[in-house]
């Protein structure tokens, strides 16, 4: 018998093309931007590599040439591009007149229904000040679109269309920020979905590679405590997960039980960057809450050296506790530098 062969390592990379891979996604750019298409061919390479189906949407069929070669069409219904997608990979749709551009991208996007269109913009993602709105659901995109100085208003308007009309997900950003809009948790630009919707439920055997790789970012970060392998699987196991629209991970946690103390410690919480100040946080821990309930524990308590975590726990009931409130165990072997400099919050299980 063959020996199984090795999973290759985890990136963020990897966990995103395993997301589209079998799916068809689409981009719309304007053909200013794919004077320089280098950056735009690699992408859609990679893509279609990964079994990933790609159509590129501009107004000019010269412009889309210099990115898919000579696989342009001006064919709009569903059935004929999904037979050349089929055949070719990687397709050009040309929508003519850029004059309305947005609206008969936006009207393809929702005949096809592809589950994620890319809009790319020399704009990028949307800002608030110098903040950058890197997850936008859409109430809140109607909440932008009330304001009327808001320049890209018609292209908002044609997104919040998109996502009444089922296309999952529309990514606002730069040619230069694509890759790492794709390829990355953090991101480039905005990610717009049509709900805040935050399912939190026990991580499956599927999820764990990508939980590993959040835990291992937390770790690197130094937000989270370094564990051994065997505690990353012991917590792994225990894991929940966040999932907004149901699918995506977006953050995760778990109780480990200590036995005989009545006390579990809220551990590995972890939001990715995207989904921070989204609500996520506060759901794993409600969700932590039940799961000590569950196992009969009378008080969960979590360990931080960051000052923004510390806030977090406060507002959602933990006081700060001595050390020695907690049980013994946790501190065998833990480091002394840390140790000097970690904070100790609990809460009862009860009533909450
Ligand atoms: C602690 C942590 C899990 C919180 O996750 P989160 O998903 O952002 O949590 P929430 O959205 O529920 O709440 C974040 C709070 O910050 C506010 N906030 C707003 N914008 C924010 C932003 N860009 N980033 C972070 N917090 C933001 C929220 O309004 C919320 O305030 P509230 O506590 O008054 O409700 C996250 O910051 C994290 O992963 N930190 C690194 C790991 C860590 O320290 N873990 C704890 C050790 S076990």
């Known amino acids: 018998m063959s020996p199984a062969r090795r999973a290759p390592a985890f990136s963020e990379r990897a966990f995103y093309l395993r997301e589209f891979r079998g799916r068809t996604l689409a981009i719309a750019c304007r053909p200013a931007a794919l004077r320089e298409p280098r950056r735009l061919r690699a992408v ?20 889309l040439r210099r990115v898919v070669g000579d696989r342009v069409v001006e064919e709009r219904e569903a059935a004929p591009i999904w037979r050349a997608l089929r055949r070719e990979g990687r397709l050009g749709v040309c929508t003519g007149n850029d004059a309305n551009f947005v609206e008969a991208c936006c009207a393809l996007a929702a005949r096809w229904r592809v589950f994620k ?17 890197s997850f936008v659901h859409r109430d809140e995109l109607r909440a932008l679109l009330a304001d009327t100085t808001e320049r890209r208003a018609p292209l908002l308007r044609g ?40 399912e939190v439920r026990p991580l499956s055997i599927d999820d764990f590679d990508a939980a590993r790789g959040m835990i291992a970012r937390g770790v690197k970060e130094g937000a989270l405590l370094r564990r051994s392998p065997a505690e990353v699987d012991r917590a792994l196991s225990a894991g929940l997960g966040a999932f907004v629209e149901g699918r995506h991970l977006a953050g995760v946690v778990s109780v480990l039980d200590y036995p005989g103390s009545g006390a579990g410690e809220v551990a590995c919480l972890y939001t990715l960057t995207r989904y921070l100040g989204e609500g996520v946080g506060a759901e794993l821990i409600e969700f932590a809450l039940a799961d000590a309930r569950r196992l009969g524990l009378q008080q969960l308590f979590a360990c931080t050296t960051n000052g923004a975590a510390a806030r977090f726990f406060r507002r959602r009931g933990f006081v700060r506790v001595a050390r020695s409130r907690v049980p013994d165990a946790k501190w065998q072997g833990y480091d002394p530098r840390r140790l000097a400099r970690v904070r100790v919050y609990a809460r009862e299980t009860a009533g909450a």
């Open 117 to 133: 269109l890319v809009w790319i913009d020399s704009g990028g993602g949307l800002r608030v000040g110098r903040r950058r709105l």
């Open 159 to 198: 997104i919040d269309r998109l996502l009444d009309q089922g296309v999952e997900a529309i990514n606002l950003c730069t040619l230069a920020g694509l890759r790492e809009e794709l390829f990355t948790y953090d991101g480039s630009g905005t990610l717009f979905t049509r709900d805040r919707y935050i």
């Open 44 to 63: 859609v390479d990679t893509l279609v590599r990964n079994g990933t189906r790609v159509l590129v949407v501009s107004s000019s069929g010269d412009a």
